[in-house]
């Protein structure tokens, strides 16, 4: 079965902070996704990495950053946090040759900002 | 702009009825149209369809493409109470096929 681990389920953090969400594969998975969910408007793409240190920005990447320095392993990164990152983040993750399109989810980090 | 739009956002029934979930969709390059469930955690993979007319069925879930009306339809019938959850629609496009671009979701409950 393949996993999909985010660190946090739960986060606070204050106004100012940086903050840190970590996402793990184990289906040596060449593509990996952050998404945040927000109600009425469902799942918008954050970044995308379809290979170790490659990225690319997705529909909504301001105020966010990235990085993949192992293959297993994609972090999201807010420099500083706004109320307005409130949110649902999930991490997903998916192979290019797989015969679906079908991306794997971790359970997601419900982050607030006060 | 590519685009999915999901109806309705949100569908209260009780036990036993039989639901149907809309799922259109405006986007380039078509590739395929996936189903997802989403409950308090995260979302797991129901079906793919990427044939017009061809039903694609588990249990009591089915599901439908339409390529000619740009849309799909996902069928429950005698709903559980487990079967409430968030239900997401997503489309996979033929260049940059590993994006998905997501509709808003259906959030389904059903009252026993």
């Known amino acids: 079965d393949v996993k999909v681990t985010q660190s946090s389920r739960y986060l606070v953090k204050r106004t100012g902070e940086k903050v840190f969400l970590e996402c793990v594969q184990d289906m040596d998975h060449e593509n990996m996704f952050w998404y945040r969910q927000d109600p009425g408007l469902g799942l918008r793409l954050i970044y995308f990495?379809?290979?170790?240190?490659?990225?690319e920005k997705g529909d909504i990447p301001e105020g966010y950053s990235v990085s993949r320095e192992k293959k297993e392993r994609f972090s999201l990164i807010l420099e500083s946090a706004s109320t307005n990152q409130t949110s649902m983040y999930l991490c997903?993750?998916?192979?290019?040759?797989?015969?679906?399109?079908?991306?794997?989810f971790g359970p997601g980090t419900r982050l607030t900002v006060t | 702009e590519d685009k999915v739009v999901q109806s309705p956002l949100s569908l209260v029934v009780h036990e036993g009825d039989t639901v149907t979930l809309n799922c259109s969709y405006e986007?380039?390059?078509?590739?395929?149209l996936l189903w997802y469930k989403q409950e308090k955690k995260a979302p797991t993979f129901l079906f793919m369809l990427t044939s017009s007319g061809i039903e694609k069925k588990s249990g009591r879930l089915s599901s439908i493409l339409d390529k000619k009306e740009l849309s799909s339809i996902l069928n429950i019938t005698a709903t559980q109470t487990g079967d409430s959850a968030i239900y997401l629609c997503a489309v996979a496009r033929r260049k940059g096929a590993q994006k998905l671009v997501f509709g808003q979701g259906t959030r389904l409950t059903i009252n026993p």
């Open positions: 986007v380039t390059n078509f590739r395929s």
């Open positions: 990495s379809y290979d170790v240190k490659m990225k």
């Open positions: 997903a993750s998916t192979s290019p040759t797989g015969v679906t399109y079908e991306q794997y």
